[in-house]
């Protein structure tokens, strides 16, 4: 889609279509006076009042070059932040392109270039890289038309697209089925990205995870004929850090998950190649990294594995060593995404790393507990997840602070290791979080359950069925103001 910022008056943009954004109770504009007959009639007739999400139609509007006045609704003008406008962007984009529209320009609100350009973009995205032919009803030409040059603009609207782009880069990642995306694709995948955003990637392979003790992790993976790979990419900053903080980017990537021998039912399994989610965001929000440029180092961790079930899978009282040396006894093959995880987080404490974050499609408990609106979020440090909750209020990605009270850990008990990989049916995605933060011992740590948030399984009208890529803008948000 091409994407441009316009510097001329709205009566001069030629597109098929122009939209502007309208509040409740809000008087005609002066940019629309040639229309106020038409707005008057509208709103007198309860058609278009301004609310969030309505969208009005004009056909053929005199007084402009466009094609078509889009009036979009709002909602209440103290209400209307970035967010909002990301949201009725991405669904303008939606409703219009349905409607033929290959072109839309998009009259700014002030100076929030950035989330306009970024709902068009998310908003354009249709799942649909494998079908052999297609509606091929998208927007060809995205354009913000700005009142005044300016550089604060200008790096609003690129910033916007990175995002945009990054965001549906995970997308199309958590999309592909496992058939065409085995651990070492994924890390084939990362690799090329790594190599055009300049930034350094290792891949950790089976071999070298032996040698360092990564029984956890391979543990998860023996099942299945696919070999795993550890990914790590390396995000450098031009100019020395003035301070000393590493931030640890680490995502689930289970690329397809069966349960193992805790077997999954049929139904919706086909949806578990999803489970690579928080994988899809880390290496997502990587990319962008490397063109916004934080000021201090970031490196991501991406535990690949595929959990299939064989004559060699992991079984239920299987006993296996991690690689900061506990001991585990798996109860439930089925609860793998946390087993490769805490390698993931020992060796990114080794490298140095000096906060960590994490991202998984970790527990259906989750879901049961906020359904689909609310990531859970889990830390052992209140001030490094009130920034992470900064961060994500700042994007839009709503999340909600769950317990981790000490009385939680004695869930994993274990009477044959040092601790158990499932604490029973109560509190699952607590439990799930403490496994993990028995790992992190005391550095600066946050744990992001996905599982409800990372898939849509109906459309919204910003955004299509499917992959959702939440947390990449808010891991580049936490990074950028660090």
Not at 18 to 39: G, I
Not at 162 to 190: H, Y
Not at 355 to 362: G, K, N, R
Request: charge should be negative.
């Amino acid at each position: 889609m091409d994407t441009k910022l316009l510097y001329q008056p709205l009566a001069q943009v030629e597109a098929d279509a122009v939209a502007v954004v309208l509040f409740e109770e809000e008087s005609t504009p002066a940019d629309l006076k040639f229309a106020a007959s038409w707005l008057d009639e509208i709103k007198t007739s309860g058609e278009f009042l301004g609310k969030s999400g309505e969208l009005a139609v004009l056909h053929q509007p005199h007084g402009i070059k466009a094609k078509r006045l889009v009036a979009v609704g709002g909602g209440k003008k103290a209400a209307f932040d970035s967010a909002s406008l990301r949201k009725v962007s991405g669904s303008t984009v939606r409703t219009l392109k349905q409607k033929g529209v290959k072109s839309l320009a998009w009259l700014l609100e002030g100076r929030e270039a950035e989330a306009a350009v970024e709902g068009a973009i998310l908003g354009n995205f249709e799942p649909e890289q494998h079908k052999t032919s297609t509606d091929n009803k998208s927007l060809a030409a995205f354009h913000v038309i700005a009142a005044a040059d300016g550089a604060e603009i200008e790096k609003s609207f690129e910033r916007g697209i990175i995002l945009g782009d990054s965001q549906n880069f995970a997308r199309e990642l958590i999309n592909e089925p496992a058939n065409l995306l085995t651990p070492m694709v994924l890390a084939d995948k990362a690799r090329a990205m790594s190599s055009a955003s300049g930034l350094e990637c290792e891949i950790l392979d089976q071999d070298r995870m032996m040698q360092l003790g990564m029984g956890s992790l391979l543990g998860v993976s023996q099942g299945s004929a696919e070999p795993p790979a550890l990914i790590v990419i390396r995000y450098k900053p031009e100019a020395p850090s003035k301070s000393s903080d590493h931030l640890a980017l680490v995502g689930k990537g289970v690329t397809f998950d069966t349960g193992g021998v805790s077997i999954k039912p049929a139904d919706g399994m086909e949806k578990m190649k999803y489970d690579m989610a928080g994988g899809a965001a880390v290496l997502g929000a990587m990319r962008a990294l490397a063109k916004l440029k934080p000021s201090i180092p970031v490196t991501a961790f991406v535990p690949a594995v595929e959990n299939m079930v064989s004559s060699r899978a992991q079984r239920p009282g299987d006993i296996v060593k991690s690689l900061n040396g506990k001991t585990i006894e798996v109860l439930n093959t089925d609860a793998e995404g946390r087993l490769i995880l805490i390698d993931a987080i020992t060796y990114a404490k080794r490298l140095g790393c000096s906060h960590l974050i994490d991202a998984a499609t970790l527990t259906g408990a989750i879901v049961v507990a906020l359904g689909h609106v609310n990531i859970g979020a889990f830390t052992n440090n209140e001030d490094f997840l009130a920034k992470v909750m900064s961060a994500a209020k700042a994007e839009g990605e709503k999340m909600w602070h769950m317990p981790l009270d000490d009385e939680y850990k004695e869930l994993l008990k274990s009477a044959f290791a040092d601790l158990a990989n499932i604490g029973g049916r109560y509190g699952g995605a607590i439990s799930a979080a403490w496994f993990l933060r028995e790992f992190v011992d005391d550095t600066p740590w946050v744990h992001l359950d996905i599982a409800g948030t990372a898939w849509l399984d109906e459309p919204k009208p910003h955004m299509a069925k499917g992959p959702s890529g939440v947390c990449v803008r808010t891991f580049v948000k936490l990074a950028l103001g660090w």
